[in-house]
């Protein structure tokens, strides 16, 4: 075996995978949400001129691509074990057998699409490619399958499943509503005008940051999606457009399965 090889059943790769594993579940939180949340609003706006190291999540997002770009050289020196039931430690067999295999997720999961596009002024445009980050996901579901013989595992890793679905939703109602409430004819009807005059905090056009937060809106967000799920919705955050309504029937579908 070659010094620089890595065995799969090595401890340093055991703690490499969980790490990997933790930024995962991080990039499957919080790209969607910066994605949708942090999406042409008008908190972002103001850090057009600013650097990028001024904004602390672009920095992590940064080291999340780094350590994914990491991981692909790792996978290509670490061994495998092949339809035989052989360890193959040979560096050509490994790398061959990367690239027919996850190569191509990972690598279109760990491009730094921040530092190619960043300051061309399409930031709506990164955070929608961030989203490919999510193909890492695929990959994470087929090492699942060795707990599915653990009755509490299943249940929570169900539970955690449900509640990651619930917040990807509750980033789609928001980017709906963020949207019409900046056409004229959605305006005061959508989802979003209405949730600012329940709790006190409506829209005003003469201040940019008059409404709900950002915290209200995702509260909000995540309620709806959970209770439409769920199908006990009390009817306290409704859809009222057309967009929001079709969306409401496609997230029932999705709770019926």
């Known amino acids: ?20 594993l933790l930024l995962v579940i991080y990039t499957a939180i919080f790209t969607p949400y910066s994605a949708a949340f942090l999406l042409n609003d008008q908190e972002e706006s103001s850090n057009e001129n600013c650097s990028y190291s001024c904004n602390p999540l672009s920095v992590v997002d940064l080291i999340v ?3 994914f770009i990491i991981d692909i050289l790792i996978n290509f020196r670490t061994t495998y074990v092949n339809s035989n039931e052989e360890v193959v430690s040979h ?13 191509l ?10 530092l190619l596009i960043f300051g061309s002024g399409t930031e709506e445009l990164i955070g929608l490619l961030k989203t490919a980050r999510l193909l890492r996901l695929v990959r994470v579901a087929r090492k699942l399958d060795r707990y ?17 679905i619930a917040h ?11 949207m019409e409430h900046y056409d004229p004819e959605y305006r005061s009807i959508g989802w979003l005008y209405s949730l600012g005059t329940q709790i006190m905090k409506p829209y005003n056009s003469s201040n940019l940051k008059s409404g709900p937060s950002i915290n209200d809106k995702y509260v909000t967000a995540l309620y709806f999606t959970f209770s439409s799920l769920t ?8 859809p009222n457009t057309n967009s929001e309504k079709i969306f409401s029937i496609c997230v029932m579908l999705i709770g019926c399965k």
């Open 231 to 238: 199908s006990v919705g009390f009817g306290n955050v409704s």
């Open 91 to 103: 560096p050509g067999k490994i790398a061959i057998h990367y690239f027919k295999g996850w190569f």
């Open 1 to 20: 075996i070659h010094k620089w090889t890595i065995l799969h059943y090595s401890p340093f790769k055991a703690v490499w995978d969980w790490l990997i």
């Open 168 to 178: 990807w939703l509750a980033c789609i109602w928001y980017a709906i509503g963020h």
């Open 105 to 114: 997720i990972d690598m279109v999961a760990a491009i730094p699409f921040d």
């Open 148 to 164: 599915s013989e653990y009755g509490a595992a299943v249940l929570f890793l169900l539970m955690c499943t449900f509640a990651l």
């Open 65 to 67: 691509d780094i350590m």
